[in-house]
């Protein structure tokens, strides 16, 4: 299983990116799609994510800014960034709990993609 993500760039503030995350390979079943970031000298945090249920959950930091949505047909997340922030620079990484087969979960992370907003 790979998870590929891609929309990074550089924008202004008060900019939008979008960002997606494609996941493939052996997959049964994915539970879990979202999003984390790490900023320089920072520990990775957790941004937003979206269960198979549909309730979405955001950090505080990025709520009423961020909308993070999934393609179940195309196994494959989204995040729209809107009104960007400088503090939200950071390589951002689209993550997945995935069931490879049935009764088997595991964590799979993609290889992260650079967002960087400047002032």
């Known amino acids: 299983v790979q998870l590929q993500a891609s929309g990074g760039g550089l924008v202004q503030a008060g900019g939008s990116l979008r960002l997606s995350c494609v996941a493939s390979g052996n997959i049964f079943k994915i539970n879990v799609m979202g999003w984390a970031r790490q900023a320089p000298g920072k520990q990775r945090e957790l941004v937003a994510t979206?269960?198979?249920?549909?309730?979405?959950n955001y950090a505080d930091s990025v709520k009423g800014r961020f909308t993070i949505s999934r393609d179940n047909a195309k196994n494959t997340v989204y995040l729209q960034m809107n009104n960007l922030k400088p503090e939200d620079t950071a390589v951002y990484f689209c993550?997945?709990?995935?069931?490879?087969?049935?009764?088997?979960?595991?964590?799979?992370w993609g290889q992260g993609t650079q967002v960087t907003v400047s002032s």
């Open positions: 993550y997945a709990e995935i069931q490879p087969i049935p009764h088997y979960e595991y964590d799979y």
């Open positions: 979206l269960p198979s249920s549909s309730t979405t």
